[in-house]
């Protein structure tokens, strides 16, 4: 497998219990979550800088604050940040730019839920800001795409999931598998 160079942080998308577990999750979620947990180990063993972001969602929602299905599953350890959030946008209105600035990073790998809303539009503010970004192709997921109305067909989770990173261009580095992230300590402020 060809060899990028690695990156400095990961930015764990809304990783929430209600979104990997119980009935909400997403359909992949048995499979999604080993392998974020194996991601935060190798970025916590290379000494990189771990986010986790945590979507303040509406009430009666899977992430309404405060409740158990609100919190982190894969919960943050000691010094990693986790910044609330109420859009998708995890830049938006957040000091997760501040805190990718402080440890000098320039290259990050995203993870978590959903492709197309909070992953992605994460990503590509990541991008705008210069940001190099690695997509694991394992390390994301959604929501099957109901059907609209007028009788046509709803998309599968997997084809979202697709759709989305295809919808990030060019600038984002999709790899097969979360393997292929190879993690550097960023600067410590």
Request: charge should be negative; include cysteine.
């Amino acid at each position: 497998m060809p060899s990028s160079p690695p990156v400095q942080a990961l930015v764990v998308v809304d990783m929430q219990t209600g979104f990997v577990s119980g009935d909400h999750a997403v359909p992949s979620a048995e499979k999604l979550v080993p392998v974020v947990r194996r991601l935060l180990e190798r970025a916590r063993a290379a000494g990189s800088l771990v986010v986790h972001l945590q979507n303040d969602g509406a009430p009666g929602t899977p992430d309404e604050p405060g409740t158990g299905t609100w919190r982190l599953h894969l919960p943050a350890e000691a010094g990693e940040p986790v910044i609330s959030k109420s859009v998708d946008d995890g830049f938006d209105r957040t000091e997760l730019g501040a805190i990718l600035v402080a440890h000098g990073i320039r290259r990050l790998a995203i993870c978590g839920v959903q492709s197309e809303m909070c992953v992605g539009a994460t990503a590509r503010t990541a991008l705008d800001r210069g940001y190099g970004v690695v997509l694991p192709h394992d390390a994301h997921a959604t929501y099957d795409v109901p059907a609209p109305p007028g009788g046509t067909e709803g998309v599968p989770a997997a084809q979202a999931a697709r759709v989305a990173e295809w919808a990030l261009g060019d600038g984002v580095e999709v790899v097969a598998t979360s393997a292929e992230v190879t993690f550097a300590p960023g600067i410590r402020p």
